[in-house]
């Protein structure tokens, strides 16, 4: 517990020195486990990703005292990424494979928080897909993203009203979720659920 407190206090401290030369950091994320990465002095941060991994990396951004999911996606393996993360956030990534993945980061700048800009934003809807069966599950998310859940697994995800999922099926694709805002924010779905609905309605 200790080393992992270690980790984030080193990435705390170290912020300042990355706000100036704007260098890139490394980290390795152990097979299976999830890092954590907070700047809580900053009112919020800007930070660049590359994926240096041969996998897809997962990462989400959460609240910082209750630890609900506020975004998640996946970075592709060679996938570069620019985020913001908000006052009161910290920022996560996660390795579902039984390899060492690599990541490296930037911090581009920090939120004062003197200045806002009102922008008119797609609804978001941030929740987890999860997988509750013995096999893997291989999703299109069109212009986001194809993952690949492995069993007994979870992926959140960060998606505009009106984006599709499908189930990629013998060369085929079975749309089986329509995001609207009937979906609440941080709610868990189970695919196996979505899949035989949609096969059903197939039939």
């Given at each position: 517990?200790?080393k992992?407190?270690s980790?984030?206090?080193?990435?705390?401290?170290?912020?300042?020195?990355?706000?100036?030369?704007?260098?890139?950091?490394?980290?390795l994320?152990?097979?299976?486990?999830?890092?954590?990465?907070?700047y809580?002095f900053?009112?919020?941060?800007?930070t660049?990703?590359?994926?240096k991994?041969k996998?897809?990396m997962?990462?989400?951004?959460?609240?910082?005292?209750?630890?609900?999911?506020?975004?998640?996606?996946?970075i592709?393996?060679?996938?570069?990424?620019?985020?913001?993360?908000?006052?009161?956030?910290?920022?996560q990534?996660?390795?579902?494979?039984?390899?060492t993945?690599?990541v490296?980061f930037?911090?581009?700048?920090?939120?004062?928080?003197?200045?806002?800009?009102?922008?008119?934003?797609t609804?978001?809807?941030?929740?987890?897909?999860?997988?509750?069966?013995?096999q893997?599950?291989?999703l299109?998310?069109?212009?986001?993203?194809?993952p690949?859940l492995?069993?007994?697994?979870?992926s959140?995800?960060?998606?505009?009203?009106?984006q599709k999922?499908?189930?990629?099926l013998?060369?085929?694709?079975?749309?089986?979720?329509?995001?609207t805002?009937s979906?609440?924010?941080g709610?868990r779905?189970d695919?196996?659920?979505?899949?035989?609905?949609?096969?059903?309605?197939?039939?």
């Open positions: 517990m200790s992992y407190l980790i984030l206090l080193f990435f705390c401290f170290l912020s300042f020195g990355q706000q100036k030369s704007k260098e890139r950091s490394q980290l994320i152990p097979p299976k486990q999830i890092v954590q990465i907070d809580p900053f009112k919020g941060f800007t660049k990703v590359w994926n991994s996998f897809e997962g990462v989400s951004v959460h609240n910082r005292k209750t630890d609900s999911l506020v975004k998640g996606f996946g592709p393996k060679g996938g570069t990424n620019i985020l913001t993360i908000g006052a009161g956030n910290y920022l990534f996660e390795n579902r494979f039984l390899a993945l690599k490296e930037s911090l581009q700048k920090g939120s004062s928080g003197k200045k806002k800009t009102t922008q008119t934003l609804p978001q809807r941030a929740f987890y897909l999860e997988n509750n069966t013995a893997s599950l291989p299109l998310i069109p212009g986001v993203m194809s690949k492995n069993p007994f697994s979870r959140g995800v960060d998606l505009p009203n009106g999922v499908y189930l990629k013998n060369g085929k694709r079975v749309l089986i979720l329509t995001v805002d979906i609440k924010q709610v779905i695919l196996a659920e979505l899949i035989n609905k949609a096969l059903n309605n197939e039939n």
